[in-house]
């Protein structure tokens, strides 16, 4: 079984619409992260969280928000999609106790707005 | 702040030849240092990592590399290539500097292994 999942694993959706990208870790990792990769920009930091309670912005957060609903689940939401958010997003965790040293991605979901 | 660049968008190796794949960075504090790789349709895994010790790291899959701080690079090498090393590979550095350990990833590098 996976240790990080991410639902949906594709998804095609429609401009201004709102969606919710989920993620779940069965690691007991402290921290999570939110990721997204266009093609020759490598993957850039959207959120991340350090526990429930703790959240923080990354290098490219307008037109996203998250929740940590739990510390194994850490949702990425785009309230009004737009077509230059069409991207594959990916999901990260990290363990405290390690340093926080590696991150472990989860498979990704591959978004296309319209 | 920290910053990687890798040079090479794209590699193509034939099979059994040399893998190098570029990785070079900036930091301002002693750098940990990653790379991934991404198959096609996948995510991303651990190839290997350097933190502190020594400087010549080996990982998965016969790939090493080797942190040069005169260099500020941390190289990726594999002695002969497969058909099954085809992917893109992404170095990182971890921004510990702030404690907050975020990753700052370079632009990725697509490798092709011809037959």
């Known amino acids: 079984d996976a240790d990080v999942t991410q639902t949906p694993r594709n998804r095609i959706t429609k401009t201004g619409k709102r969606i919710m990208l989920e993620c779940s870790q069965t690691?007991?990792?402290?921290?999570m992260y939110w990721y997204r990769q266009d093609p020759g920009l490598g993957l850039r930091l959207i959120y991340y969280?350090?526990?429930?309670?703790?959240?923080n912005k990354g290098e490219i957060s307008d037109g996203y928000s998250v929740s940590r609903q739990a510390q194994a689940k850490f949702s990425l939401s785009l309230e009004s999609a737009i077509p230059n958010q069409t991207a594959l997003y990916f999901c990260?965790?990290?363990?405290?106790?390690?340093?926080?040293?590696?991150?472990?991605f989860g498979p990704g979901t591959r978004l296309l707005v319209l | 702040a920290q910053s990687v660049t890798q040079l090479g968008s794209h590699v193509s190796v034939s099979e059994g030849a040399l893998v190098l794949l570029r990785c070079n960075y900036s930091?301002?504090?002693?750098?940990?240092l990653f790379w991934y790789v991404q198959y096609p349709n996948q995510g991303l895994q651990l190839l290997l990592k350097?933190?502190?010790?020594?400087?010549l790291v080996k990982g998965i899959n016969g790939f090493e590399a080797e942190f040069k701080k005169s260099e500020t690079s941390f190289h990726l090498t594999k002695p002969s290539a497969h058909m099954s090393d085809a992917a893109e590979y992404f170095c990182?550095?971890?921004?510990?500097?702030?404690?907050?350990?975020?990753?700052?990833f370079g632009t990725g590098t697509r490798l092709k292994v011809l037959a």
């Open positions: 990260a965790t990290s363990d405290l106790a390690d340093g926080a040293i590696t991150q472990y």
């Open positions: 690691k007991g990792h402290d921290r």
């Open positions: 969280s350090f526990d429930v309670k703790d959240i």
């Open positions: 930091s301002s504090v002693p750098p940990y």
């Open positions: 350097y933190t502190t010790g020594a400087t």
């Open positions: 990182a550095v971890s921004d510990q500097g702030s404690g907050t350990y975020k990753y700052i």
